[in-house]
């Protein structure tokens, strides 16, 4: 069984033992052992990271273009290899994987542009006789802590910036999608980064995680994954004076008015709701639905679940992949259940047979709820949507905007007057019109309001705010 190590200072090192990768479409096929690092490792990947910083952070935006539009480059040719590999450790389908290592491909040559373009700004002073500077620099050392559900994607949109600006990283990802990352920091490795730029430590949460958490030697924290993961990040980087990033999930709206072209809806929550197995952040998990269109909604949703192909993800004609793994089936099976037991409708959420052993779960869609039930309250992170019925635009609006997060939003309607509105007064990050809530582009900002994200935007131009600090230079002649 092939062994993955861990890479500190330029060298792929052992950890103090491994963990299995396990592809969730069928259990016994085993993808290797990936290694644990321990927390002196840790230590030791960040200590290289400190030490790479003294030139990386004075290198020519030159070399950090060519190293990021190498690794763009190479990403994007090996994008079937790298597409089969994210599929199976992951468990999206063969095309959403493909998709995703294309994505990652666009975002390194995206930032590779970006190191060319740190401008800064030279201001009059409002006193006589001095010059102002603004300037950016790199922070330091960034650690970054990324999760399961788009395990090549995620990482690329924090290391590229990250490298691009000048910081030098420590990356750890989740313990049950360790493979995605791993070739991506062999191929920045490849690409020529000096030892210590790039530095993958992979293993626990509660080990390696921690310990860049709480390390005085690293500069910043980005972190995607659960609430209650973040918010003990940010309590530890508040202590340790870390500037930090959280992403951390929603509870979509998509809200569905009597005008909207019922099949652009249904595609829109089709899609937003139920594809990449209902596991990305921007899921649209609450379809608020006026009471003129609800039941031919309803029946078309159920119509169209009913056609879906749910299976493995390396089957091509697959278009629902499994849950990640068993611990993830268990909660959504448990949302469900106690969906029912507060009253609501279930379609479908039943395990689906397969040839090989794997965690299949057919899409569920809930009806008859009402917006304090659980099922509308918390992520369940799982091709599990519920529907509220309202009366009118107001009601919709008031229902989406009822909740603790406010990442993304969605609105299906022929209204210019209604889209507008909703445009201005929902409370998320993004908002789509027409479309579903998942599904970005990656040179615009990603990110939420509320409980959904902490600290400044990702992806685009708005992440130098994060990656980046300012300095204001004060300048009188004659003495310079
Ligand atoms: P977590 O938030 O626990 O994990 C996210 C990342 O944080 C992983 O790399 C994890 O490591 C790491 N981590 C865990 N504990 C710590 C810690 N104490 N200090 C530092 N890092 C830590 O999410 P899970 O993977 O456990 O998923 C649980 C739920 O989170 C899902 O069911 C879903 O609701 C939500 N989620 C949301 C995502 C989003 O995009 N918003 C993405 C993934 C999950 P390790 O993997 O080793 O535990």
């Not at 390194?108 to 970006?114: I, L, S, V, Y």
């Not at 159920?302 to 089936?329: C, F, H, W, Y």
Request: net charge neutral; proline share 5%; glycine share 10%.
């Amino acid at each position: 069984m092939t062994q993955f190590k861990n890479f500190i200072g330029g060298k792929w090192v052992d950890g103090n033992d491994s963990a299995p990768n396990v592809n969730p479409s069928d259990t016994s096929d085993v993808i290797g052992h990936f290694a644990r690092a321990s927390a002196d490792q840790t230590q030791k990947a960040i200590a290289s990271a400190r030490s790479a910083f003294r030139t990386w952070s004075l290198s020519a935006p030159q070399q950090r273009f060519d190293l990021l539009d190498q690794v763009g480059s190479t990403i994007l040719a090996r994008k079937n290899e790298l597409g089969k590999l994210l599929a199976r450790e992951e468990g999206k389908t063969l095309a959403e994987a493909v998709g995703e290592v294309g994505r990652a491909g666009q975002i390194f040559k995206f930032f590779a542009g970006e190191a060319l373009r740190v401008g800064g700004e030279i201001v009059p002073s409002v006193r006589p006789g001095l010059t102002v500077e603004v300037t950016r620099e790199p922070l330091g050392v960034i650690g970054l802590i990324t999760p399961w559900n788009f395990p090549i994607a995620i990482p690329a949109w924090k290391i590229a910036p990250a490298l691009a600006y000048g910081n030098c990283v420590v990356v750890k990802p989740a313990e049950l999608v360790p493979g995605s990352v791993w070739e991506l920091v062999k191929i920045i490795a490849e690409a020529g980064a000096p030892a210590g730029v790039i530095n993958l430590v992979m293993g626990k949460g509660s080990v390696v995680g921690e310990t860049l958490v709480k390390s005085a030697d690293v500069d910043a924290i980005s972190f995607t994954g659960s609430v209650g993961t973040g918010q003990a990040i940010a309590a530890q980087c508040v202590a340790t004076g870390k500037k930090f990033q959280l992403e951390m999930g929603g509870k979509n709206p998509m809200v569905v008015l009597d005008d909207a072209d019922l099949d652009v809806a249904v595609e829109a929550c089709i899609n937003g709701a139920f594809y990449s197995t209902g596991q990305r952040c921007t899921a649209s998990s609450r379809l608020i639905v006026t009471s003129g269109i609800h039941d031919r909604f309803v029946e078309a949703m159920q119509a169209r679940m009913r056609s879906l192909k749910i299976g493995n993800a390396l089957d091509e004609s697959t278009q629902i992949g499994p849950v990640v793994d068993a611990k993830q089936l268990g909660q959504d099976e448990r949302y469900i259940e106690l969906a029912c037991a507060e009253g609501g409708s279930v379609f479908g959420g039943g395990r689906v047979p397969s040839a090989t052993e794997g965690f299949f779960l057919a899409p569920a869609l809930v009806t008859n709820t009402t917006p304090a039930m659980t099922i509308n309250r918390e992520e369940v992170f799982g091709p599990v949507a519920s529907v509220i019925r309202v009366t009118d635009y107001n009601e919709a609006l008031a229902v989406a905007n009822d909740s603790p997060f406010g990442l993304s939003a969605g609105i299906c309607t022929a209204s210019l007057a209604h889209a507008s509105h909703f445009k201005r007064h929902v409370q998320a990050g993004m908002v789509m019109v027409n479309t579903a809530t998942a599904g970005v582009d990656y040179h615009v900002p990603f990110g939420g309001r509320k409980g959904s994200s902490y600290g400044p935007r990702e992806q685009g131009t708005h992440a130098r705010e994060f990656y980046t600090t300012v300095k204001t230079t004060y300048i009188a002649p004659g003495n310079v």
